[in-house]
């Protein structure tokens, strides 16, 4: 399917555990980026990705692992869940340069019990 | 400080009222873009329009107006004769330049309630 996926799109884990959470577009567009969305934080930013082998931090990386080998998907590992990141996760992309408008999946939602 | 507020946290309006959410940012760059996003109850987040910081003129597209101002460094929207399609979230955000490139600060959303 043309377009950006995520998977899964429900997860449930438990505290400890490592999870990863798939981001996948079909576009080639260079940037990615993860958030997370929170009531009364509205959407934070987790990490971004420039192009493949480029990464940086969001506001909230801490406890995240990502990683860009391919222009395609952009992976998010949660590596010792915590009950705080029990959160809406979404993926997004965007074409030419990141000043245009960024292209959402539509989201994983993750429970840490 | 690089940031958005959206200090309208919930609006309740009855269909056909005209209602503006407001945004304001800040930032220090010279160069910049504004954007609007909706998160209708289904949850996908839906682009509504990109604005720079040269471009401000007021833009309106069938219902939905904007009203960028420089000099109160705000971006509103406003909807015009609401109807329950809008219920919504409603994002503002800002791009700003980091190590690698560029990213969204997004503010904390409004939430828009359209009664029949």
């Known amino acids: 399917d043309a377009g950006i996926t995520q998977s899964p799109r429900y997860k449930i884990t438990e505290t400890g555990r490592q999870v990863t959470l798939m981001c996948h577009q079909t576009?080639?567009?260079?940037?990615m980026f993860w958030y997370r969305q929170d009531l009364g934080h509205g959407l934070r930013l987790i990490y971004y990705?420039?192009?493949?082998?480029?990464?940086d931090k969001g506001e909230v990386p801490d406890g995240y692992v990502v990683s860009r080998s391919k222009t395609e998907n952009f992976p998010l590992t949660l590596e010792s869940a915590t009950r705080s990141q029990t959160s809406v996760y979404f993926c997004?992309?965007?074409?030419?340069?990141?000043?245009?408008?960024?292209?959402f999946g539509p989201g994983t939602r993750l429970t840490v019990t | 400080a690089q940031k958005v507020t959206q200090a309208q946290t919930e609006i309740s309006v009855v269909e056909k009222e005209d209602v503006t959410l407001d945004c304001v940012y800040e930032t220090r760059d010279t160069t910049y873009y504004l954007f609007w996003y909706k998160q209708p109850p289904s949850g996908e987040l839906v682009f509504l329009i990109r604005r720079n910081s040269f471009d401000e003129q007021n833009e309106i597209s069938g219902r939905y107006s904007w009203n960028f101002q420089k000099s109160t460094s705000s971006f509103n929207f406003t909807i015009t004769a609401s109807q329950v399609v809008d219920s919504a979230v409603y994002f503002c955000a800002l791009h700003i330049w980091g190590n690698q490139g560029g990213k969204l600060i997004f503010g904390q959303g409004t939430e828009l309630s359209v009664k029949p």
């Open positions: 576009w080639s567009h260079s940037y």
């Open positions: 997004a992309s965007t074409n030419r340069d990141s000043t245009y408008e960024q292209y």
């Open positions: 990705s420039a192009a493949a082998d480029i990464t």
